[in-house]
């Protein structure tokens, strides 16, 4: 059996490496993001926005929330993004973690406009990673984006 494509994971990193302003953060084992990074460079792409909690065995066994809370909060002050968008992994996904309920918690303590997005590998292909995070970036920020608008004020993020 030899897949002709890659995970889902993959299809929403796509989508929003190509956001103005945005930093992709993978709730995941440091292993992800080194070989979505190598793969995008084969492929010709820039990957300086992907970066990882680092999740260890602590964190799939007994959760890595606050891991990823630290991470959001590292990432909001040296980076300072428009947005950062959280992506979940294979690992993240089968323990169940809710980035939503996290990134809905700390938003108000952040600079940037927090985008989840789940994307574990194991539930679906480029495509369907592609389409989560296209249809979690009209959910999320368009609503926002027209949001401010109608009341005078500033747009989360640029699309």
Do not use: W
């Amino acid at each position: 059996m030899q897949p002709y494509k890659t995970c889902k994971l993959f299809g929403a990193l796509r989508v929003v490496l190509g956001i103005l302003d945005a930093i992709a953060l993978l709730h995941s084992p440091r292993g992800c993001a080194y070989n979505l990074r190598y793969l995008l460079s084969v492929r010709g792409a820039k990957v300086n926005r992907i970066l990882t909690t680092e999740m260890d065995e602590k964190d799939v066994i007994f959760g890595g929330e606050s891991r990823l809370r630290k991470a959001i909060e590292a990432v909001d002050e040296k980076y300072s993004p428009n947005l950062i968008a959280v992506l979940t992994s294979c690992a993240s996904s089968i323990i169940g973690e809710d980035i939503e309920l996290i990134c809905r918690d700390i938003e108000p303590e952040t600079k940037a406009k927090l985008l989840p997005i789940h994307s574990g590998g194991f539930e679906g292909d480029q495509i369907d990673g592609y389409k989560e995070a296209m249809r979690r970036i009209v959910e999320d920020l368009v609503e926002s984006f027209d949001e401010g608008e109608k009341e005078g004020g500033e747009p989360a993020c640029s699309l």
